[in-house]
């Protein structure tokens, strides 16, 4: 177990840290710039505030990227016995500008989980937020991340998953799978700005998903962008290439070999995503079932009640509610052991269960 | 309710109708080239085989886009009482397709569920597939939907919620809202082909939400592209002078000006996700109020029965749960004109309104 954590920054990331971190009986100290963000991270039970003479092992920087190399040379300063980390999504970035700003980068180990939500602040922390989630330590030439055993136990704390990479390794990997997803999700989302309402109450699963990540923070992106442009532009550019020919064989469709070109593309996506590990991204921990509601008020209390009754939790719960229908969906999720039983029992009080 | 309705065609969606169909106890007649397809249909309940002497009232054809023209017109001949639906993604071109085979189109009305799966064949039928979605009904010149009450019924049937529109604007409007972002989504997956699964490790929920719909059926995307190739071509244009800018951009990002024009396109991809329709945390119809609740049982219901006793109509509600924290927040959504008394009274109740 590791000594007092200092978390800078409480934040969507900062805030789920030290909620993790309490949660395991780790002392955990708080700052922030804002007093508003600070006070209701503490009052939301993830620390307590800093105070004169405080020794933290560990720091933890939590804030944008632009600043993060700033506060980072301010932490290993102020705190000169301190192993110092960081949070953000690039990792050579902040590095050079340590090392331009002349700081003591023999005590800074850069780190990234690869965790987050589309909601930011303190109220969307999580204790479990890097549950199961890689995070990856970009150990430099300075240190590496056996020196820095403070970083191993906070992330063993806090459930997730030790990934060693290069800060080049990792960049060019987060382009992938993360900054150029993000740019390719915000440009389909710019095509509905202008579109018909019409057009858009058609729009499925399938839009909703591809443009979720699209309602990001654009500040914060602009940042990430901006600090690992030249890899996110080496893909785009490739993404671009397989563009152009998918434009030029819907130029003329029936045209030979316009299909077999559409369709290797196709193939090649199919191929694609099947390399993705773990088919589905939903908490593994809880199975989930739909049972449908009345759209009469006082319907889902009245479910809530019955399955409270019947001696099971409901882990989470989430109300679809289609515009037009006569019915909602309540999604709930409950352990693995339960759901068999809660099925049957909620169909024998003629509750509708809908898979 | 309809008369006998005879679905040809036993995949996921004709499978789902059958199903849908029966279980309001309306007669279902099954037809399907494949004989395995068929059976599997008919023992999962979606309906029986056709009989010599069947006269449907409605003709529903579920094949693929390639071949649904030639069978509508096999129908039309066959069933000269009928009228006959199809529910392929596009509407111009069969049609088009119809009236060069010089098929009876005054008997003929082209519809579209926007209602789908990732697997598909009859065992991935469900009778709630369509429940709330949109089910477009694009008459042509020669028939309006008034004339195919028949039609109507069907989708009041299966819960859908009618809509109408042009073929022209229904094959423009699924462009921008499936077609799109299935392209988008497949050119995504491909970059994922040869990325080393070091990388591929690192992946989250953005990046397969992203790339979800690149998974489906090459054989199927092929055809609808194809027949949808003019405006989906047209969007891809425009997405690719958007991606150009952005490549350019990110080509000197410390360039004045560069900053400042991927801020603008990410705000608009926010500006483009905001106006979905019924998006959890998105829908504008609703505004929501967050609610602090301790994580003890029974307190959800309680919160419920107590905005139920006020009067006021759930909308939409979603609960978070941290394990860490000593609270778990109750996002509820509500009509505007609610929300002001409803955070008063809950607050005087001795809820604590997070946000």
Not at 55 to 79: G, M, N, W
Not at 182 to 190: D, E, G, P
Not at 195 to 207: C, W
Not at 266 to 287: C, I, Q, T, Y
Request: charged share 25%.
């Amino acid at each position: 177990m590791i000594g007092p954590v200092r978390v800078v920054g409480t934040g969507l990331l900062g805030t789920s840290i030290g909620l993790g971190l309490r949660a395991r009986g780790i002392e955990v100290i708080l700052a922030d710039a804002s007093p508003t963000n600070l006070s209701i991270a503490i009052d939301y039970g993830a620390g307590r505030a800093a105070l004169t003479g405080d020794r933290p092992q560990l720091i933890v920087v939590c804030v944008p990227p632009d600043v993060t190399a700033e506060i980072v040379a301010r932490e290993l300063e102020s705190f000169p016995d301190a192993i110092v980390t960081d949070v953000a999504s690039v990792k050579l970035a902040p590095l050079a500008e340590l090392r331009a700003r002349g700081a003591d980068v023999s005590r800074y180990i850069g780190s990234h989980p690869l965790a987050g939500r589309e909601r930011g602040g303190p109220l969307a922390g999580r204790a479990d937020l890097f549950l199961g989630r890689p995070w990856v330590v970009a150990a430099h030439d300075g240190i590496s991340y056996q020196q820095a055993t403070a970083i191993d136990d906070l992330i063993l704390d806090l459930g997730a998953t030790l990934v060693e990479m290069s800060p080049e390794d990792h960049d060019r990997s987060v382009a992938l799978v993360s900054h150029v997803p993000q740019v390719v999700s915000t440009l389909m989302a710019r095509r509905l700005t202008d579109a018909p309402a019409a057009s858009l109450n058609l729009a499925g699963q399938g839009l909703r998903d591809v443009t979720r990540v699209a309602a990001s923070d654009p500040e914060l992106w602009v940042q990430i962008l901006g600090a690992n442009a030249a890899p996110v532009r080496e893909i785009l550019v490739a993404y671009r290439d397989d563009l152009d020919r998918f434009i030029e064989a819907l130029a003329e469709p029936a045209a030979p070999g316009a299909r077999r070109r559409v369709a290797e593309e196709l193939a090649g996506g199919n191929a694609g995503v099947s390399r993705l590990p773990g088919k589905h991204g939903h908490d593994r921990r809880f199975v989930s079932l739909t049972v449908m509601v009345d759209d009469t008020p006082g319907q889902i209390a009245r479910l809530l009640n019955e399955i409270g009754a019947l001696g099971v939790n409901v882990e989470d719960l989430r109300l679809e509610h289609s515009p037009g229908a006569e019915l909602g969906l309540a999604e709930i999720s409950v352990l693995p052991e339960a759901v068999t039983r809660l099925t049957e029992e909620l169909a024998a009080r003629g509750w509708r269960i809908a898979g």
